[in-house]
């Protein structure tokens, strides 16, 4: 199968042109994703290419979201954009009282196939209301599958898996990768990476980093002296409890990093999870601070978990007996 090295930005788009080749019931939807080609450039060439499969739509998550769910109940594979992670808050309720619950509320009988791609985290300067990472907050909705690819690889091939999927998925895309080169090698052809399996990122035997998002690219590219055991669960909701299980006890020791808030998120979960399924070993978390991210670089740097806040976690971690 050929390879080449692509951006994540550049998966995603070649990922977007395939999907609309291989599934004529798929289509997109969302604010300047036609002419404009996206908020950052995702959907680029693809209404030249599919005029009548790219809807450009009014600045309005909510109705864009309804539109989404209803198409996808009459059988659409709807592919929306939301530009920003930030502007779920607007779709909220569309996504968690209606999307999430069909499937439920018609006993089995109604689905709603749609995915919804979105731009978050912080690293870009954005500001306070585009640059949060609220993952931790669908991960909480039964009936949503959350997703979270922090490679070009993972991006291109979560996305197709999600489009099949017959249940609303929603995909955290980590915005500080998106031109970030890549040392992970994309195949030209299209391709599933399957949701609710983690991955294990490079093998080690001292210490266990289970991370997520742009946290993965941080610890995978920090020089370390203990051999590090990197594990990505790609996917948040359902979380891949076994396979983060098997990775903590090859080493007893695990340090979880998360860009989003530390404070009753997701690294509580997996801190929790492990634990109850029979971890024994040492476990620390490091997560985003309790604060609203600032548009001011060097505040903006020192909301998520810092190189020097991980190596004292593993130094702690690695002197614990």
């Known amino acids: 199968m ?16 395939q999907i609309l080749d291989l599934l004529p019931e798929a289509y997109l939807l969302g604010e300047d994703v036609g002419a404009y080609g996206g908020g950052f450039g995702a959907t680029a060439g693809l209404i030249e290419k599919y005029p009548e499969r790219v809807l450009e739509t009014p600045i309005s998550e909510a109705a864009i979201t309804g539109i989404a769910t209803g198409s996808a109940i009459m059988g659409k594979r709807p592919i929306l954009e939301i ?34 791609r979105t731009a978050s985290g912080s690293g870009t300067g954005a500001g306070p209301q585009h640059s949060q990472s609220l993952e931790n ?13 922090s490679n070009p690889y993972d991006a291109k091939g979560i996305l197709l898996a999600a489009v099949k999927n017959n249940n609303p998925v929603i995909i955290f895309e980590p915005k500080s990768l998106y031109k970030k080169p890549s040392d992970i090698d994309v195949p030209e052809e299209a391709y599933e990476v399957k949701l609710g399996r983690s991955k294990l990122v490079k093998e080690g035997s001292d210490l266990t980093v ?30 891949d409890i ?5 990775e903590a006890n090859k080493t007893g020791k695990v340090l979880i990093l998360t860009e989003s808030i530390a404070r009753s998120g997701i690294s509580a979960e997996i801190f929790a999870s ?36 991980i190596r004292e976690a593993i130094e702690e971690l690695m002197h614990e007996d």
């Not at 607007?90 to 709603?112: M, R, T």
Request: charged share 20%; net charge neutral; aromatic share 6%.
């Open 2 to 17: 050929p390879t080449r090295r692509l951006t994540y930005l550049q998966a995603v788009n070649e990922g977007l042109h």
């Open 83 to 116: 530009q920003f992670s930030d502007f779920l808050t607007v779709a909220i309720d569309q996504l968690v009282n209606e999307a999430a619950k069909i499937h439920y509320l018609s006993n089995g009988q109604e689905k709603v196939p749609m995915v919804i």
């Open 137 to 149: 907050w669908l991960a909480h909705i039964p009936g949503l599958i959350v997703a979270m690819p």
């Open 210 to 239: 289970i991370a997520l998002g742009r946290m993965v690219d941080i610890i995978k590219n920090m020089d370390l002296n203990p051999s590090l055991n990197i594990v990505d669960p790609v996917t948040i909701s359902p979380l």
């Open 242 to 246: 076994s396979g983060l299980l098997k």
């Open 274 to 309: 492990l634990c109850e399924a029979g971890f024994k070993g040492d476990i620390k978390r490091l997560g985003g601070k309790f604060s609203p991210v600032s548009a001011a670089k060097t505040i903006e740097e020192n909301f998520i978990p810092t190189e020097k806040e």
